[in-house]
């Protein structure tokens, strides 16, 4: 049975049913589902009237696109020249030991991924990194704490 | 510490008055409009140097579909982060100079390519734009400017790629011929601009010509915002004049301890110290010395880095950046990376960064696009240059 899949059609109907329009469409999928799955691809390609195969190159090419499971918040630390200059591996350390994760994994609580990207045009206040959109910078081990705790706290209390 | 360079407002001093500049220039001929930015010798601040004037002119001059203007914004390049000050302190001015630009060549139609990681700056962007549009409705401008948000791929930068994925596509570059003042995006004629640039024309619009003339040197005329970082006490966003050797750059924002400057990001030159007073910065042109052309990435480096490790991180970021579509730069850029581990670990001889230099020559003249073209300079500048640092 042909389910719709109203996540979609909602975004095809705000974004027009055009080509042009499928990197919005992936992008807004990903910010909604934190992953882009196979099944969307196809519904997404049957929307917009072009091949499966396509939506899938579009959206493997761009590193912001996930095709797997991302955690409810990525975050993404620059590894470019002026903030390795600057530390960011002593970050990464960091949050590897708050989080208990490796680089690439998500938390068993589905909360946050852990991964590396390159320059983030804040070089000038590295190291830097973002959480999903939000970017912060001139880090310290101290100050990472406080900012996962914060994100930690806000959880909990929408949790409860 | 002496600080000798003279420090310049033209771009982020905060004018109210795109409203005023607006109207006064739409009253103004196209021709008259193009002929002050030909005679400024504005050229464009993306890092590729092509004369802005000349730009709007084959535009306007290009029949066909609808045509559009389009601001990049994709800011990817390591050690460039001066568009997205621009954009959140001055947006309006970018805007009038696209909306200007539309009048020119005939179009209704504008994108701002913001790279994903800028969308935080959305919000406030998209208020602006609001503000704009009406504005342009009292001046009976029928344009109207989108954002679009780019996916974090720094080859999307590249304006032909920059189209493909605006209309769904990998980021692929395409062949050129034709250009985009021709055939860009969907086809249509368009005009694409760094932000910096438009934000420029506006200011052109603003005080004429001359003023920006008189700023520079023969070729590389006005100022220029750089984006300094590194090993430097005063990191940050400055407006300087074209035409200053890199020395008098490095006795201003270094730390004393300058063994390098890296001009122009990952796909720019590694100077040393040695040709730090035989550098002036500007574009490719009749000054004495080496010239450099610039996006505006200056990165300093002293003498506690390893010039590896530095290209090293550049060639790791061109790895994974090139989009993989031609075998010179989706291999080479691999290969060169490969190589220096292996000299450096001793596997190799360091006769064979002769061969690696050789490669990176290869990929300037067979790679597709400019981002394979470019991984020769800075993999030539400092093999040569710190020979020893990539061996021992
Ligand atoms: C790999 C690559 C990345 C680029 N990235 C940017 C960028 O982020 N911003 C930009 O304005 N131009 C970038 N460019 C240059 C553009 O292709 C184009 O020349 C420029 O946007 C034209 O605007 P301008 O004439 O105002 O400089 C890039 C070029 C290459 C080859
Ligand atoms: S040079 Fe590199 S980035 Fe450019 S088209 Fe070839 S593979 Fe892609
Ligand atoms: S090098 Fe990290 S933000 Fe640019």
């Known amino acids: 049975m042909l389910q719709t899949n109203e996540t979609i059609k909602k975004l095809a109907d705000k974004f027009g049913r055009k080509e042009e329009s499928l990197l919005p469409i992936l992008e807004n999928v990903y910010e909604q589902k934190h992953i882009i799955s196979e099944d969307d691809m196809v519904d997404i390609a049957r929307e917009l009237d072009i091949s499966a195969a396509k939506v899938y190159g579009t959206a493997t090419f761009y590193s912001f696109l996930e095709t797997k499971k991302c955690g409810k918040y990525v975050i993404r630390i620059c590894k470019t020249i002026t903030c390795m200059m600057h530390g960011k591996n002593q970050i990464i350390k960091e949050l590897e030991e708050l989080l208990k994760v490796n680089l690439g994994e998500t938390t068993p609580d589905g909360l946050f991924t852990l991964k590396e990207t390159n320059c983030l045009g804040q070089c000038h206040k590295g190291p830097a990194m973002l959480i999903n959109d939000a970017p912060f910078t001139e880090l310290t081990p101290g100050k990472v704490r406080d900012i996962v705790n914060k994100y930690r706290q806000e959880e909990k209390q929408v949790a409860s | 510490m002496n600080k000798s360079l003279k420090r310049l407002d033209l771009i982020f001093k905060n004018e109210h008055d795109a409203d005023v500049i607006l109207e006064k220039s739409l009253k103004r001929s196209n021709e008259e409009l193009i002929e002050d930015l030909i005679s400024s010798g504005l050229k464009g601040r993306g890092g590729a140097g092509f004369p802005t004037g000349l730009k709007w002119k084959l535009s306007a001059e290009a029949t066909g579909k609808e045509k559009y203007v389009i601001c990049n914004a994709d800011e990817g390049e390591p050690g460039t982060f001066k568009d997205r000050e621009i954009l959140s302190s001055v947006p309006h001015k970018v805007m009038a100079g696209m909306a200007i630009c539309a009048r020119i060549i005939g179009s209704q139609k504008g994108y701002i390519y913001l790279r994903g990681e800028y969308k935080f700056l959305v919000p406030q962007l998209n208020k602006t734009i609001d503000e704009f549009h009406e504005l342009l409705d009292k001046l009976n401008l029928d344009f109207r400017i989108e954002i679009f948000l780019g996916c974090g791929a720094y080859i999307c930068g590249e304006e032909t790629s920059l189209f493909e994925s605006m209309e769904g596509h990998r980021g692929e570059p395409r062949n050129k011929p034709p250009f985009p003042t021709d055939a860009g995006y969907k086809g249509g004629p368009t005009v694409i601009n760094n932000v910096e640039t438009l934000a420029h024309t506006y200011s052109i619009f603003k005080y004429g010509p001359e003023k920006f003339k008189d700023l520079g040197v023969k070729d590389s005329r006005g100022s220029k915002v750089f984006s300094v970082s590194g090993d430097t006490p005063t990191p940050g966003i400055y407006e300087l004049e074209f035409g200053m050797t890199l020395q008098k750059f490095v006795d201003d924002f270094g ?138």
């Open chain 2, 255 to 392: 730390d004393g301890d300058a063994k390098a400057v890296q001009v122009g990001g990952a796909a720019g030159f590694c100077v040393p110290r040695k040709k730090f007073d035989k550098t002036v910065i500007g574009y490719k042109g009749k000054l004495t010395g080496v010239s450099l052309p610039t996006g505006g990435s200056m990165m300093i480096f002293n003498s506690s880095r390893s010039m590896y490790n530095v290209l090293h991180n550049y060639l790791d970021f061109f790895v994974e950046e090139s989009c993989g579509q031609c075998t010179p730069c989706r291999v080479g850029t691999q290969q060169l990376l490969l190589g220096i581990e292996a000299v450096k670990r001793g596997d190799k001889s360091s006769l064979y960064l002769e061969q690696l230099l050789s490669l990176a020559e290869t990929m300037r003249i067979t790679a597709k696009c400019g981002l394979g073209q470019s991984v020769a300079n800075s993999f030539s500048s400092i093999v040569e240059n710190f020979r020893e640092e990539m061996i021992y």
